[in-house]
């Protein structure tokens, strides 16, 4: 029987999420509805409907957008040659990509123009990664996994760098890097670690609870690779994990003879799924709930110049 129920710190949306959704309400606001979404703005289902709900249409390529209409790209970025799609649409584009996914498409740019071969650490078909290929995909090659990097015959080594998708695991990445210095004792690498900040919080938050829990419940959406993430590091780490949308996916066979159960939230979750899970066990007579305090976010990215409030004029 569940006693106890304890919260991981920090959890839930992260900087270029907030950005990212708030862009999109933004716009809604500012020019009415429709206004159109390429692919998911966040991974994550209620923030979609909600969305929805308020007036944004999501489609999965600009082709879907009428002449004219307003397109917002989603965090997790795009190719140039979805831009140029946009461009040649006519269409009013508004770029939410997080930051941080921007410095990776940056990197990618700057060392395809010298001439290096770019060992691309990500999973294949995310968006995220789609997107960094589409900026130099005659210099990238892409790596899954330490099989991959064992096997991985790049077409030079006197130019080589590796960069990574920004949601990974960082265990899992750290291992994938060790096998291609090995490899490739000459492989540079990105000025600043790729992975973001709030991926390696969470992961590390979700460490620190470990000992703490029987069974660990990460809230996020399937398709969130850093909420993937967080159930990988707890599955390795010896508790069993498992992702859920909301409370509505909890089984009651997962918590037999669980005592204590930990809570955490992937960067593109609200909060207020966290309290809905909280009231699951409230429900069911858990009283005891704790949190554990970890490392504390304060970074902030600046909504895009089109939906900034000082960019707004009226006549």
């Not at 997107?131 to 790596?143: I, S, Y």
């Not at 695991?169 to 210095?181: F, G, K």
Request: aromatic share 6%; glycine share 8%.
């Amino acid at each position: 029987m569940v006693k106890r129920l304890v919260l991981a710190s920090p959890r839930g949306y992260c900087a270029g999420v907030e950005r990212a959704v708030e862009t999109v309400t933004r716009a809604l606001e500012l020019h009415g509805a429709p206004v159109y979404v390429r692919k998911q703005i966040v991974h994550n289902a209620h923030v979609v409907r909600e969305l929805e709900d308020r007036g944004a249409v999501f489609v999965e390529e600009v082709a879907e957008v009428p002449p004219g209409g307003f397109v917002v790209f989603s965090a997790h970025g795009v190719s140039p040659a979805v831009r140029h799609s946009a461009r040649f649409r006519g269409l009013r584009a508004i770029d939410a990509t997080c930051p941080l996914v921007s410095k990776v498409h940056a990197e990618a740019r700057h060392f395809a123009r010298l001439g290096y071969t770019i060992l691309l650490i990500g999973h294949a078909g995310h968006e995220e990664v789609e997107g960094t290929m589409g900026e130099a995909p005659q210099a990238v090659l892409l790596v899954e996994t330490a099989e991959q990097a064992e096997r991985i015959v790049p077409p030079q080594i006197e130019k080589l760098v590796y960069l990574t998708q920004t949601t990974l695991s960082v265990d899992e990445t750290e291992q994938i890097v060790a096998v291609l210095r090995r490899r490739f004792p000459g492989i540079e690498a990105p000025k600043k670690d790729d992975i973001c900040y709030a991926t390696t919080n969470r992961q590390r938050a979700v460490k620190r609870i470990l000992a703490a829990v029987d069974l660990l419940l990460v809230i996020g959406s399937h398709n969130s690779s850093n909420s993937n993430r967080l159930v990988d590091v707890a599955r390795a780490g010896g508790i069993e994990a498992y992702l859920i949308d909301d409370e509505s996916e909890i089984e009651e066979a997962w918590l037999e003879g669980v005592e204590s159960v930990g809570l955490t939230s992937g960067a593109s979750a609200p909060e207020s799924l966290v309290g809905r899970v909280v009231g699951w066990f409230q429900d069911r007579g858990v009283s005891q709930i704790e949190s554990l305090e970890g490392a504390v976010e304060d970074v902030f990215f600046k909504l895009p110049r089109e939906v900034r409030a000082e960019t707004v004029t009226t006549t």
